[in-house]
Each structure stands twice: as structure tokens, then as C-alpha cells.
């Protein structure tokens, strides 16, 4: 069973980067057929997809995030990471770690999550 | 981006009856959809894929159905540990995009 666990400061100053680590268990993240993502979760809203990441190191962010966000991919640690610079109030949120599910044909989907970890942006 | 909506944003039901949630994305999608529950304080967890298929351990009472810019969620004799907050989220787009979910509650 693949397991995801999201790790990082709960607490961040505006105006700092975030960085946030999903370490991936009962798995391999350089098996084929699957990107890594993060999605976050704004306090009582609903959910926004950030971007993903291969375990090759190609990356795909949202365009709305893209000038602050970096993915990077670790697979000697079975890891992917996260950096969101130029934090403000509106970047609190719950922050999850996936696993995306990209078959030979249809939609990719999100089979594993990590527990979520929150993110609070304050001084 | 492909914008998602929901309906109803939130339901009431008692066990046993049958809900129905609709889905509804701004452009036509195919069968690129997918449906999440998630309870509260808790990570989503895939409920259907590619519109129609069940994920693996899901119980048989959830099912979806739909294609192009109509999808629906069929939960049929709805249990206790159904009361949740649904989403249904496409990847059509290089965007995924997810509804803004419906809750469902006693």
C-alpha cells in the first residue's frame, strides 16, 4: 500500500518561501506512470491543484503559481518537494501531497494523498 | 482553466436513500472526470475515475455516469459513513480543475 507524508513549518512568516517535503513509502516514485503532485485546500474551501512533478524532473505548475513555485524530485530519499516564495495570508491552507495516476489513455487521477499538512502564512 | 460546478452545494438525506449529485464542467470533457469524498479534517479519497470506473475497494453503492459537459454521482442506499463533502474534478485541461463540492449531510 503506497503511503504519502507531508512534512514542513506550519508556521511561516509573510513574505518568506515555503518549503515542503512528501516522503512516499510502499512505492517507488521512479516507477513509470505516475506524476507526484501537490494540491492545497484553503480553510473551509475547496481544493486547488498546484502543479506536478516526474520522477524524471519535468514539472508542471498552474500558471496563476508558477512565478513562485518549484517542485523538485529526490528519488535516492523517495521524495518531491515543494518551495512557494513570496508567501502572503492567501497561501494559508492545507497542503496535500499526491500521487497522480497517468494511465495509457484517459484522465489522470489522484489514487494516493498524504494526510495534509497546515500551512499557516502569519508574522 | 475549465471551470467546475456543482449541484446541489449541499444536500440533507437520512440512511438508506438514494443522492445524486451533478457535476458540470464549462467546456466538454469527454469522460476525463473523477469523484473525491472527503470528510472533514481528513485528505479526499478517489471515489470514481474516468467518470464511470469504481475505484478499487469502493463500495458498489457509488457509481458515475456522464460524458461531455454532464456527470453524475449516484450513492444508492446512503450509509452513515457517507456523510461527507463531495467533489468531482476533471483533467481534461493541462489545469486539473475540482468542482467546489457538495456536502452531504443527515
Known amino acids: 500500500q503506497v503511503q504519502l507524508q507531508e512534512s514542513g513549518p506550519g508556521l511561516v512568516k509573510p513574505s518568506q518561501t515555503l518549503s515542503l517535503t512528501c516522503t512516499v513509502s510502499?512505492?517507488?516514485?521512479?516507477?513509470?506512470?505516475?506524476?507526484w503532485s501537490w494540491i492545497r485546500q484553503h480553510p473551509g474551501k475547496g481544493l486547488e491543484w498546484i502543479g506536478y512533478?516526474?520522477?524524471?524532473?519535468?514539472?508542471y505548475y498552474i500558471p496563476s503559481l508558477q512565478s513562485r513555485v518549484t517542485m523538485s524530485v529526490d528519488t535516492s530519499k523517495n521524495q518531491f518537494s515543494l518551495r512557494l516564495s513570496s508567501l502572503t495570508a492567501a497561501d494559508t491552507a492545507v497542503y496535500y501531497c499526491?500521487?497522480?495516476?497517468?494511465?495509457?489513455?484517459?484522465?489522470?487521477?489522484?489514487?494516493?494523498w498524504g494526510q495534509g499538512t497546515l500551512v499557516t502564512v502569519s508574522s | 482553466d475549465i471551470q467546475m460546478t456543482q449541484s446541489p452545494s449541499s444536500l440533507s438525506a437520512s440512511v438508506g436513500d438514494r443522492v445524486t449529485i451533478t457535476c458540470r464542467p464549462s467546456?466538454?470533457?469527454?469522460?476525463?472526470l473523477n469523484w473525491y469524498q472527503q470528510k472533514p479534517g481528513k485528505a479526499p479519497k478517489l471515489l470514481i475515475y474516468?467518470?464511470?470506473s469504481l475505484q478499487s475497494g469502493v463500495p458498489s453503492r457509488f457509481s458515475g455516469s456522464g460524458s461531455g459537459t454532464d456527470f453524475t454521482l449516484t450513492i444508492n442506499s446512503l450509509q452513515p459513513e457517507d456523510f461527507a463533502t463531495y467533489y468531482c474534478?476533471?483533467?481534461?485541461?493541462?489545469?486539473?480543475?475540482f468542482g467546489p463540492g457538495t456536502k452531504v449531510d443527515i
Open positions: 499526491a500521487r497522480s495516476v497517468v494511465p495509457a489513455a484517459g484522465p489522470y487521477y489522484f489514487d494516493f
Open positions: 510502499g512505492g517507488s516514485i521512479s516507477g513509470g506512470g505516475y506524476y
Open positions: 512533478i516526474y520522477y524524471s524532473g519535468s514539472t
Open positions: 467546456q466538454s470533457i469527454s469522460n476525463y
Open positions: 474516468a467518470a464511470s
Open positions: 474534478q476533471q483533467s481534461f485541461d493541462p489545469v486539473f480543475t
